[in-house]
């Protein structure tokens, strides 16, 4: 029997099991297991685990201390796909990574008196974000720019996703082109934070305003997606994965936004959007010539407001030069976190 320290947090608009990396073992496949049995994978519901049966809620980080001179703590995350009984962690998450911080000091793995802002080193991306988080009272938060789902919280954090340029595939535009055709389909491939597929909505007879639950019933729309999603990764140079790089509709914003965006997690939309992709979209807006900037509106030359299915995700964003060479001076997004249980997992 082994037992585990966990902590359940909402963190952003996700809800995952963090773990201190000192209570995990060191072999791969023993770790793949734990995590596996940790979330539940002998049925759909997850019945045996503390998994919800989706995959935005079988999502697990884990932490430490890094003993690189650039960061402060290591995270790597986890994404379990329980219908497949598979760990894979080929992506990040920037709705998790919002409480990587918090969960750290909380847990005695960084001082709680630490001193400016906190360098994360994400083992996924290969990159480093500064995370700055400041205690909130848990009261109701009512502002137009705040994420479905973050009403309660007890962290206000900042991440700053300026060095994530090329994480995966060493290239902010991996096959060296803005504009790349699939299939008769015009795409940008951009790698930012996250390897990102854009295209535009209306390629696929879509508005690009539908609810996702409303696209999810579209399984040809998905299958086609799905099969660009891997040609475009082939071409960047991505092995064959379920989760990267992640494809996205675009369209013009249609409620104050800068643009409307439709996110591809991966046989499903996600119900908002993922940090790391409102990064990448958010880099893309600025490079001239993109699926992104095409559609883009412009309203504040600091902000891109992405419109999503349940709200909206904003990016301070300041950037110079152009193409491959296009610097990232700053990329922000404003995320809070709470912890929702802390306790022990026993598992077998």
């Given at each position: 029997?082994?037992?585990?320290?966990?902590?359940?947090?909402?963190?952003?608009?996700?809800?995952?099991?963090?773990?201190n990396?000192?209570?995990?073992?060191?072999?791969?496949?023993?770790?793949?297991?734990?995590l596996?049995?940790?979330?539940?994978?002998?049925?759909?519901?997850?019945?045996?685990?503390?998994?919800?049966?989706?995959?935005?809620?079988?999502?697990?980080?884990?932490?430490?201390?890094?003993?690189?001179?650039?960061?402060?703590?290591?995270?790597?995350?986890?994404?379990?796909?329980?219908?497949?009984?598979?760990?894979?962690?080929?992506?990040?998450?920037?709705?998790?990574?919002?409480?990587?911080?918090?969960?750290?000091?909380?847990?005695?793995?960084?001082?709680?008196?630490?001193?400016?802002?906190?360098?994360?080193?994400?083992?996924?991306?290969?990159?480093?974000?500064?995370?700055?988080?400041?205690?909130?009272?848990?009261?109701?938060?009512?502002?137009?720019?705040?994420?479905?789902?973050e009403?309660?919280?007890?962290?206000?954090?900042?991440?700053?996703?300026?060095?994530?340029?090329?994480?995966?595939?060493?290239?902010?535009?991996?096959?060296?082109n803005?504009?790349?055709?699939?299939?008769?389909?015009?795409?940008?491939?951009?790698?930012?934070?996250?390897?990102?597929?854009?295209?535009?909505?209306?390629?696929?007879?879509k508005?690009?305003?539908?609810?996702?639950?409303?696209?999810n019933?579209?399984?040809?729309?998905?299958?086609k997606?799905?099969?660009?999603?891997?040609?475009?990764?082939r071409?960047?140079?991505?092995?064959?994965?379920?989760?990267?790089?992640?494809?996205?509709?675009?369209?013009?914003?249609?409620?104050?936004?800068?643009?409307?965006?439709?996110y591809?997690?991966?046989?499903?939309?996600?119900?908002?959007?993922?940090?790391?992709?409102?990064?990448?979209?958010?880099?893309?807006?600025?490079?001239?010539g993109s699926i992104a900037a095409?559609?883009?509106?412009?309203?504040?030359?600091?902000?891109?407001?992405?419109?999503h299915?349940?709200?909206?995700?904003?990016?301070?964003?300041?950037?110079?030069?152009?193409?491959?060479?296009?610097?990232?001076?700053?990329?922000?997004?404003?995320k809070?976190?709470?912890?929702?249980?802390?306790?022990?997992?026993?598992?077998?």
């Amino acid at each position: 029997m082994f037992k585990i320290p966990f902590v359940l947090k909402r963190s952003g608009t996700s809800k995952g099991i963090f773990l201190n990396r000192m209570d995990l073992p060191s072999d791969s496949g023993l770790l793949r297991a734990q995590l596996m049995q940790l979330v539940g994978v002998s049925d759909a519901m997850q019945t045996d685990g503390m998994g919800g049966g989706y995959l935005l809620s079988n999502k697990i980080a884990l932490i430490s201390k890094s003993s690189r001179k650039n960061a402060d703590l290591d995270f790597l995350f986890a994404a379990v796909l329980h219908k497949d009984q598979e760990v894979n962690f080929s992506s990040s998450c920037g709705n998790i990574m919002a409480g990587v911080v918090p969960y750290a000091m909380e847990s005695g793995i960084l001082a709680p008196t630490h001193k400016g802002p906190i360098r994360v080193y994400n083992e996924n991306i290969n990159c480093v974000t500064e995370c700055s988080c400041v205690p909130v009272k848990p009261i109701k938060i009512s502002a137009r720019l705040l994420t479905s789902g973050e009403e309660m919280s007890e962290y206000a954090v900042s991440l700053n996703f300026k060095n994530a340029i090329g994480g995966i595939t060493g290239k902010l535009l991996p096959t060296g082109n803005v504009i790349d055709v699939i299939d008769g389909i015009e795409v940008s491939c951009v790698d930012m934070a996250m390897p990102m597929v854009f295209v535009r909505a209306k390629d696929f007879g879509k508005s690009g305003v539908e609810f996702p639950l409303e696209l999810n019933k579209d399984t040809r729309l998905i299958n086609k997606l799905r099969r660009l999603r891997s040609k475009a990764g082939r071409l960047m140079g991505i092995k064959d994965n379920n989760l990267t790089p992640k494809i996205t509709m675009l369209s013009p914003p249609v409620s104050g936004g800068n643009i409307c965006a439709r996110y591809l997690m991966y046989k499903n939309f996600h119900p908002s959007f993922a940090v790391t992709g409102a990064v990448c979209l958010a880099t893309s807006c600025c490079m001239p010539g993109s699926i992104a900037a095409q559609l883009f509106r412009m309203r504040d030359s600091n902000k891109v407001v992405v419109e999503h299915g349940s709200g909206y995700l904003s990016v301070d964003i300041a950037v110079s030069g152009i193409g491959n060479n296009l610097s990232i001076n700053k990329a922000v997004v404003n995320k809070t976190t709470h912890t929702l249980l802390r306790g022990t997992a026993w598992l077998v």
